[in-house]
């Protein structure tokens, strides 16, 4: 039987432990998972490309079947590129579904041959994102235990606490 591969793309600047319960999550329904990084000139992202998928790499080494690569252009090509069938993202409350519900629509249009899969987040991190992550370290807030200990370890290098 074919390889069911997923394809998790986000900015992941940097990656939670939200989106590693994701990543767990999906590869319960999938024999492959991508992590994959969208490579955006127009955002001013703290962490560079590479930083970030050094970071996803260590966070996820003791995970099997997970690959992590980045990415330029439409994500439904690239789907295509990587034999993907499926885009798996993660609802955490009201406030994602909006924008999920419109670029899932956007990317069945584009191509209608690869299926959105939502996935619910554990409760424990329905209120972590990247950018509250990023503020409260900003700050010197405590963080450590919302994110893998490689992101704890790099976020306290950039904000010097
Ligand atoms: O982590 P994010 O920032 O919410 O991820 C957004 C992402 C990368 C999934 C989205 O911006 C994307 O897929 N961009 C690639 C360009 C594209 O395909 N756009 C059309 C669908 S919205």
New binding site residues.
Partial sequence: MKEKIAIY????DPITNGHISIIKRGLEIFDKLIVAI?INKRKRPLFSVEERLYMIKEATKDLKNVEVDSFE????DYAVKKGAKAIIRGLRATLDFEFEFQ?AL??RK?NSSIQSVFLMTDYKWLYVSSSIIKEVASFGGDIRGLVPEIVYKKLKEKFGY
């Fill in positions: 793309p986000g900015t992941f969208l252009g439409l994500l439904v670029m956007m990317n584009l």
